[in-house]
């Protein structure tokens, strides 16, 4: 069973640390310091790296030295993506270019006036393509746990402003699915990650990278329930300073729920092993996925 607990990693001091070398040198020596950070966890943080480590071996498929070079480089780019996710969001001075591939399937599903679900995993950098989703001038209901420790999420807070979006909480109480009904009801987008769950939660299994993964049945039943336009969606970095953003054609999943639920993670998995394939180093799940 996944291990996630719905918490990510990291302290204020360390945010403090990269956000002052953005501020007074800008990216280059941010990424500088990020190198020996990178470092340490590959070498100090078995519990993260393992997992990764078998990833890349019986996943994808590379040898133990080259496996061992994605670890680092794994860390290293999820490092780049949190420097970047500040940048951005904080609009500091920056060189960054993006690529939109299929943002016009996304202006039609606000043209429809039906509403959406924009679903997603936890790979490239979703805070990013986040906030990229103000070019579409509509409101965007963004469905998280909420696991930052309270005190790195105040700190970048006031560095970052606010989103620029709502944020829908996931909690136990299930207040979160009546404020997801009413974003739907009123015409808006939801997005959220379908890639993720914690202990106690519904879960549905699908074939995935050759074994089999849980994933949580939430996002595919509320695909199959609403029956509004789904389309999944991804950011990747491509090199330093360049983005690719990808949204693939909404699709409606008709006909009875639970055929519904199932094509809809059918649908999503498809698409994520595409993309993983592709940008393998940039899968930043760091807990036994699998089963």
């Not at 399937?105 to 043209?111: Q, T």
Request: charged share 20%.
């Amino acid at each position: 069973m996944p291990s996630w607990q719905g918490k990510s990693k990291g302290n204020k001091f360390g945010y403090s640390c990269f956000v002052f070398l953005l501020k007074h040198g800008g990216v280059a020596p941010a990424y500088l310091l990020l190198k020996f950070v990178a470092f340490y966890f590959f070498a100090f943080s078995w519990s993260s790296s393992k997992p990764v480590y078998h990833y890349f071996r019986t996943k994808i498929g590379y040898s133990r030295a080259r496996a061992l070079l994605s670890l680092y480089r794994n860390y290293h780019v999820f490092g780049q993506t949190l420097i970047d996710k500040v940048v951005v969001m904080a609009d500091m001075s920056n060189k960054f270019t993006f690529e939109f591939e299929g943002e016009h399937y996304l202006r039609e599903m606000i043209a429809g006036g039906k509403g959406g679900i924009l679903l997603s995993a936890h790979v490239g950098n979703w805070e990013v393509a986040g906030h990229l989703f103000k070019r579409l001038q509509t409101r965007i209901n963004i469905v998280m746990f909420d696991g930052e420790h309270q005190r790195v999420k105040d700190y970048l807070s006031g560095v970052t402003g606010d989103r620029n979006m709502n944020v829908i909480v996931i909690k136990d109480d299930l207040s979160h699915i009546y404020a997801i009904n009413e974003a739907l009801n009123n015409k808006e987008l939801v997005c959220m990650h379908a890639d993720r769950f914690l202990p106690g939660n519904k879960t549905i299994t699908a074939p995935f990278l050759g074994q089999d993964a849980r994933f949580p049945v939430g996002p595919f039943l509320l695909a199959a329930t609403f029956r509004v336009p789904v389309s999944v969606v991804f950011a990747f970095k491509e090199s330093a300073t360049h983005y690719h953003f990808f949204a693939t054609e909404p699709r409606l999943y008709h006909g009875r729920r639970n055929q519904g639920v199932e094509t809809a993670l059918q649908d999503f998995v498809q698409h994520v092993e595409e993309k993983v394939y592709r940008y393998p180093v940039q899968w930043f799940n760091y807990y036994d996925f699998w089963e």
